[in-house]
């Protein structure tokens, strides 16, 4: 997958996104590979040890889950609707900026 895909999927910008990913690189859970052709993307991809926390991971999740009164489904569109609300937020502060 492209960092900036994974960015996107998860709303967090590059300056957020890769100092965490370096640290999972150097823990040894992801590769970070350059694009040859377009040095700008970069793919990552989970090691052995990456996949093996993906169980890990996905299981802490679940659990988060069993202590909410929602399930993922309905959570997943409370995100949706907040990241929606977030925008515009933002889209009303950068109308108020541009009046100031």
């Not at 859970?29 to 377009?38: I, K, S």
Request: charged share 30%.
């Amino acid at each position: 997958m492209i960092i900036k895909e994974l960015g996107t999927r998860l709303g967090l910008d590059t300056g957020t996104l890769t100092p965490l990913l370096r640290r999972m690189e150097n823990d040894g859970w992801l590769t970070r590979e350059r694009d040859t052709v377009d040095g700008r993307k970069v793919f990552i991809s989970l090691t052995s040890k990456g996949r093996l926390m993906e169980e890990k991971v996905k299981d802490s999740v679940q659990s988060c889950f069993s202590h909410m009164a929602m399930n993922e489904a309905e959570y997943v569109e409370n995100v949706v609707k907040l990241q929606a609300i977030a925008a515009d937020l933002a889209q009303n502060n950068t109308r108020l900026s541009e009046r100031n």
